[in-house]
Each structure stands twice: as C-alpha cells, then as structure tokens.
C-alpha cells in the first residue's frame, strides 16, 4: 500500500473548468511538495509546504497542506490545455526521505 | 549548467546481465538519489547520498548498489538485471540534506528507460 494515496487517479476535463486533486496519508509528514511530470521527462516541483493549514498560490494553482499535515490538495482554477500532466505529491518522511504518491494524470481538452 | 544529466536514455538488459546507469549534476550539490518510477507505484527511493563518500538505502535498495567517489557523480550499479527491474529511473540533486523539512528542492534528471527481458 502506498503512504500517500492520490485521488483520483485519473481526470480528463474541458478547458475553462475547476479541480481538485487529493493527497492523503494517515502519517503526519514534516512537509509536503507537488510536482508537475510531463511524459518524457523528470518531475519539476511546482511548491513545497511545511505548516499545517499553509495555503500557497502560484497562479491558477492553489496548495493547501492538512492541519494535522497528513493531507494537501491542490486546486486548478480555469485549466489550460498547458495544465495536462502528471500531479505527483511528496511527503518529507525523514530528514532524507521523500514518499511520493502514485499521482494523478490530468488532461485538459481544448 | 547543464543540471542534472543521466545516460542512456534507454537500455535494454537481458536476464542476469549487469550494467551501470550513470547520474551527474554540475550545481555543486550535497544530495543525491536514485527513484524507480513504476505504472499506479509513484517513485520509490533506492539509495541516496548526503555528500562524497557517503552513501544509505531508500526504501526499495535490493538488487542496486551505489558509490558516490566525487560531488559530482552518482552512478546506480544494477548487478544481475531481473524482469522486475524493468522501470524508469531517475536521478535527482538537491542543494542540502535536509529535503524532507521542505528547505531543500531536488532536481530531477530526465530519466532512463530500462526493460530486462
């Protein structure tokens, strides 16, 4: 099983709409980072939070990490056919341990 | 800078052969890792490196060995390829040791592709 489990697994949407993905874990983490992966390439981290109930924004994009910091979600606002990727989140498990989730693949349809 | 580059691209082994996937970064940083990424398995961290001369395992080490000789460097020694190996593997390089407290990004290279047959 894994430590983070993200939902929903897969998510295929129209251009303009909102969303939300999911990252939960019943373990508390020391931080919390989202990565974006596009097919051929590595992940590239798009934000890291490390305080329970931390709100960040970058955009369209807005993170939020869990009070209890066992949980985050990322919400897209109007997404662009440019937001079509693999979210992976990443849970900080000790000083030199990150847990990743098996993500979700979103696709934005023009 | 060129980042963090990894070589090959794609490999194909058969069965018992070994090889070794190479990982270097010129940004002069501490941390080093090696992740396999599997189809509904995210990435799993297989050994990791805190500076030159200083390896550890991750969560799935067995069948991989690693040595980190320089900075620089950080090459994954797969010693007896198995069909469960088949994967992608990444290389990522981080600036501190502390990634896990979230003051640290990690780099990720772009990936080697390995099917053992």
């Known amino acids: 099983t894994q430590l983070l489990e993200q939902s929903p697994q897969f998510l295929s949407i129209q251009e303009g709409e909102n969303l939300t993905v999911y990252c939960n874990s019943s373990?508390?983490?020391?931080?919390l980072q989202w990565y974006r992966q596009e097919p051929g390439e590595g992940p590239v981290l798009l934000v890291t939070?490390?305080?329970?109930?931390e709100v960040k924004k970058l955009k369209r994009l807005t993170f939020q990490f869990g009070d209890a910091r066992k949980d985050s979600s990322l919400h897209i606002t109007a997404a662009q056919p440019g937001d079509t990727g693999l979210y992976l989140c990443?849970?900080?498990?000790?000083?030199?341990?990150?847990?990743f989730g098996a993500g979700t693949r979103l696709t934005v349809k023009p | 800078n060129a980042g963090v580059t990894q070589t090959p691209k794609f490999q194909v082994l058969k069965t018992g052969q070994s090889m070794t996937l190479q990982c270097a970064q010129d940004?002069?940083?501490?941390?080093m890792s090696w992740y396999r990424q599997d189809p509904g398995m995210g990435l799993r961290l297989i050994h990791y490196?805190?500076?030159?001369?200083?390896?550890d395992q991750g969560e799935v080490p067995n069948g991989y060995n690693v040595s980190r000789s320089t900075t620089e460097d950080f090459p994954l020694r797969l010693l007896s390829a198995a069909p469960s190996q088949t994967s992608v593997y990444f290389c990522?390089?981080?600036?501190?040791?502390?990634?896990?407290?979230?003051?640290?990004?990690?780099?990720f290279g772009p990936g080697t592709r390995l099917l053992v047959l």
């Open positions: 990522a390089s981080s600036p501190g040791v502390e990634i896990a407290g979230g003051k640290e990004t990690q780099y």
């Open positions: 373990s508390v983490f020391s931080s």
């Open positions: 939070v490390v305080t329970g109930g």
């Open positions: 990443a849970g900080g498990y000790n000083n030199n341990d990150m847990r």
């Open positions: 940004m002069n940083h501490e941390y």
């Open positions: 490196s805190v500076g030159a001369g200083i390896t």
